[in-house]
């Protein structure tokens, strides 16, 4: 099955750019996610790449896929406070009868005032 | 619609008791799912349905878990004979087609 996995911890300072960075095993994954969630909170749906795209751009947020390598990265410009908390990779593969999708740990971001 | 709901937020029970949990998902979207997630983990796969059809089951759901989407629109999970193991938080989510997936605020289940 799918195996995805993000490093677990990353430190910034604010007003630089945090990237977090995700491999995947799955060469057939579709859609691949960046999700956010704060403490004690549900998943809020940060950007999505299909994975027919390189890059993806949305405000802040930079997304990067590199197929050949499994590599999928978020880049978060200008990282504020509020940006601290945990991050997911998520990648969705369909087919041979799954649907899943697959999460990665989680990357806790932390940003230092 | 304002996104996944589900409901309760929160559920403490004692062990040996069943709980049942309830999801509604963004009204178009027939695609749904039920992940769980331990504290420090992300979340894991539980099952999905497509309309009506429970089309997948992980192996994490033992014969102590079922879950039912009758008429295609919410669906609900329910956990038999509560284990202190079963402690987690229970996410929901939905979409449609091949669009982002979208998930509820989550029940967090506690067993005592």
């Known amino acids: 099955g799918e195996d995805v996995e993000q490093s677990l911890f990353l430190s910034v300072r604010e007003g630089d750019s945090s990237v977090i960075n995700c491999t995947y095993t799955d060469s057939s994954s579709t859609y691949l996610y960046w999700y956010k969630q704060e403490p004690g909170a549900g998943l809020q749906l940060l950007t999505y790449i299909f994975s027919n795209m390189d890059m993806k751009q949305d405000q802040r947020l930079t997304v990067l896929l590199n197929k050949k390598d499994k590599h999928l990265s978020l880049r978060i410009a200008d990282t504020q406070t509020g940006d601290s908390a945990i991050y997911f990779c998520?990648?969705?593969?369909?087919?041979?009868?799954?649907?899943?999708?697959?999460f990665g740990k989680g990357t806790k971001l932390s940003v230092i005032p | 619609d304002t996104g996944v709901s589900q409901n309760p937020r929160h559920k403490i029970t004692k062990r040996g008791q069943n709980v049942t949990f309830r999801c509604d998902p963004i009204?178009?979207?027939?695609?749904l799912y039920w992940y769980r997630q331990t504290l420090g983990q992300g979340p894991e796969f539980l099952t999905y349905f497509q309309n009506e059809a429970q089309l997948e089951k992980s192996r994490l759901l033992s014969d102590r878990f079922s879950a039912e989407r009758p008429k295609g629109s919410f669906s609900t999970l329910e956990i038999q004979r509560t284990e202190q193991g079963d402690s987690a938080m229970y996410l929901c989510?939905?979409?449609?087609?091949?669009?982002?997936?979208?998930f509820g605020q989550g029940t967090r289940l506690t067993v005592v």
């Open positions: 009204s178009e979207h027939n695609r």
């Open positions: 998520a990648v969705l593969v369909i087919g041979a009868g799954s649907y899943q999708l697959t």
């Open positions: 989510a939905s979409r449609t087609g091949n669009t982002e997936a979208f």
